[in-house]
């Protein structure tokens, strides 16, 4: 019974309590407007492409950015931001009294109090604007003196 009640100390002090109630990923939407855009997801282990509308699982740590482009506009570029969200909070918070400063590092390491912002990302893609027309010149001859 003993080493029962060791286990489940253990346990307590090694497990992060937002690492267990909210977990080291998160999923991100992305959405454009046109549908249809490349979504380039970088700051990931491997990083990887989506059509839009999408959702991409990442680690709540990561530094992600987010690059969307389709032909016939212009490309845009959407670096995400790491906040610490409510309920995560709460779950580093809830550390004081389950993880202690072992489960405190352990959220911090895994960024598990985190969340991305903006999520859902949402872009509207401008058109690229069209060239403008050619000049035209119109060229004229030399007037001949007549004499």
Known sequence: ??????????????????SVTRGTTENISIA???SGAKADVSG??????????????????ADITV???????????????????????????GNLLLGGVV???VDAATGAAMDHKPNPVIVT?????????PVVRHHRKPRVPVS
């Not at 990931?44 to 709540?60: L, W």
């Not at 570029?77 to 580093?92: D, K, M, N, Q, Y």
Request: hydrophobic content about 35%; proline content about 13%.
């Open 1 to 18: 019974m003993r080493s029962w009640g060791g286990a489940v100390l253990a346990a307590l002090l090694l497990s992060g309590c937002a």
């Open 32 to 34: 454009s407007t046109p």
């Open 44 to 61: 990931t282990e491997a990083p990887f492409s989506c059509v839009t509308p999408c959702v991409v699982e990442v680690s709540r740590n």
């Open 67 to 93: 690059s969307l482009s389709k032909e016939g506009y212009e490309p845009q570029i959407i670096p995400l931001t790491r906040e610490v969200s409510g309920s995560g909070g709460a779950g580093f918070a």
């Open 103 to 105: 489960g405190m590092g």
């Open 125 to 133: 893609l401008q058109p690229v604007a069209p060239p403008p027309p």
